[in-house]
Structure formats: structure tokens, C-alpha cells
């Protein structure tokens, strides 16, 4: 799913372990309790995303843009 159009995208509680999200757009994406343990997000677009409870062990999230990400536990 590299460089994959997920803005505004009800992903709570998916299990994304392992997901290859390079360059995804995932601006205000609801993400709440989703599984991301060793996912790849470089690059990412996850402006004002919901990330509350995420797990993101081990995930790449390098160059991400995280501006007004919510990333409550």
C-alpha cells in the first residue's frame, strides 16, 4: 500500500503489522487502536490523525509528518 490515498480512513482497531504505508496519505485518519507493531510509515502523511491507543512498536516513522496527530495513550 505504498503512497496509498487513506485520508479521512476509519481504520480503528486494524491490524496493520508489518503494513508497507511509505508515502501514504493518511491526513485526519482514524486509527484508534489500530495494530502497527514494525509497520513502515516513512514518510507518511498523518496530519491531525487519531492514533490514540496505536500500537507502533518497532514502527519506521521517519520523515512522517505528524502535525496535530493525536497520539494519546
Do not use: N, S, Y
Not at 9 to 22: H, I, V
Not at 34 to 60: D, I, V
Amino acid at each position: 500500500m505504498t503512497g496509498a490515498r487513506l485520508t479521512r480512513a476509519r481504520l480503528t482497531g486494524a491490524r496493520l503489522r508489518r503494513a508497507r504505508l511509505t508515502g501514504a496519505r493518511l491526513r485526519r485518519a482514524r486509527l484508534t487502536g489500530a495494530r502497527l507493531t514494525r509497520a513502515r510509515l516513512t514518510r507518511a502523511r498523518l496530519t491531525r490523525a487519531r492514533l490514540t491507543r496505536a500500537r507502533l512498536t518497532r514502527a519506521r516513522l521517519r520523515r512522517a509528518r505528524l502535525t496535530g496527530a493525536c497520539l494519546r495513550r
